[in-house]
């Protein structure tokens, strides 16, 4: 009852544009159990199997101390999909800044104990095309990228220093760049100074990064994501030291398309009455520039339908 009521309150809370359903407005679904049967369950809503030989499932290992999605969590669903966890090296200094760092990374983090790793880049990048961009014509991302199938995206939601917040979006575009390729994403594709570059440029990059990968599996029919809304801190899974959230866990969303999944959760967090230390870190960074961006270029929808499958779980 409690989460029924909760859901109903925060639909209420919705800011209007969220609520505005087209004829092809694409589904989120969500669930308000951070479990792994709730992550399956919200899997299965979505009617998108991941199918293929190699599927990929792209997840932040994060560094150590930080809000990463743990093992316990996602091992289930890692494994009934057949999955090998990828990821790509950082351009900055931390654990995560060599392939053989890493490695031991994802193991100290358990995740080689649920499947296989591949840091994609570890034998360096290739380049994909991006099309209608407006600041990059080409995306770097790990040259193993090419070895799969299908592409699973499992993030986790939270604020982000530079970018306001992370999720699919950027899971898809600085989390499957290169070492090489987040430099060039931060730059804002000018090769410049990935800290000095401008800020907006910067967020219109990642929009462009992502609608490659997704133009890459197969216009995006080769693709699914899913968002963890837990540990909700104001700082990235890249920060060893992340603020302690101030707001409570909200649940797993889902959905074919990656843009609504994004703000979907945005919505959410906006509709909440304890969110205020995670909005104002996304708007201190003009964080839903990103969101405006993919429309700008053609990339998804942030029209969607929100269907709450929690009563089907009773």
């Not at 961009?133 to 799969?148: A, W």
């Not at 575009?173 to 000095?196: D, F, N, P, Q, V």
């Amino acid at each position: 009852m409690k989460r029924a009521l909760c859901f109903l309150l925060l639909m209420a809370l919705f800011p209007l544009y969220a609520l505005a359903e087209t004829a092809d407005a694409p589904a989120v679904y969500m669930t308000s159990r951070i479990t792994p049967e709730g992550l399956m369950a919200v899997y299965e809503a979505l009617g998108r199997e991941a199918q293929g030989e190699n599927v990929a499932v792209k997840i932040s290992t994060g560094e150590t101390g930080s809000n990463y999605l743990r093992p316990e969590l996602i091992g289930e669903f890692v494994q009934a999909i057949g999955g090998t966890i990828v990821e790509c090296n950082t351009a900055y200094g931390g654990q995560r800044a060599s392939t053989a760092m890493h490695y031991q990374l994802a193991e100290d983090h358990g995740y080689t104990a649920i499947a296989d790793v591949d840091i994609m880049d570890e034998n360096g990048s290739m380049t994909l095309p991006v099309t209608g961009g407006t600041v990059l014509t080409e995306n770097y991302v790990g040259v193993n990228l090419q070895n799969y199938d299908f592409l699973v995206v499992l993030s986790h939601f939270k604020g982000h220093s530079m970018a306001g917040f992370g999720g699919a979006i950027k899971n898809l575009s600085i989390g499957c760049a290169s070492s090489e390729g987040k430099a060039w994403i931060h730059s804002g594709g000018t090769g410049g100074s990935m800290w000095g570059g401008e800020q907006d440029a910067f967020l219109e990059a990642m929009a462009e990064a992502a609608k490659s990968v997704v133009d890459y599996f197969g216009d995006g029919e080769r693709a699914l994501y899913i968002n963890v809304m837990n540990r909700l801190s104001v700082d990235c899974d890249c920060d060893g030291s992340p603020a302690e959230p101030d707001m409570h866990d909200i649940g797993i969303l889902a959905s074919v398309d990656p843009v609504a999944l994004d703000q979907a959760c945005i919505d959410l967090v906006y509709a909440a009455q304890d969110g205020g230390s995670l909005i104002q870190r996304i708007e201190s960074r003009n964080g839903l520039h990103t969101l405006e961006h993919t429309q700008t270029i053609g990339f998804g929808s942030r029209a969607y339908t929100l269907v709450n499958i929690d009563d089907g779980l009773d």
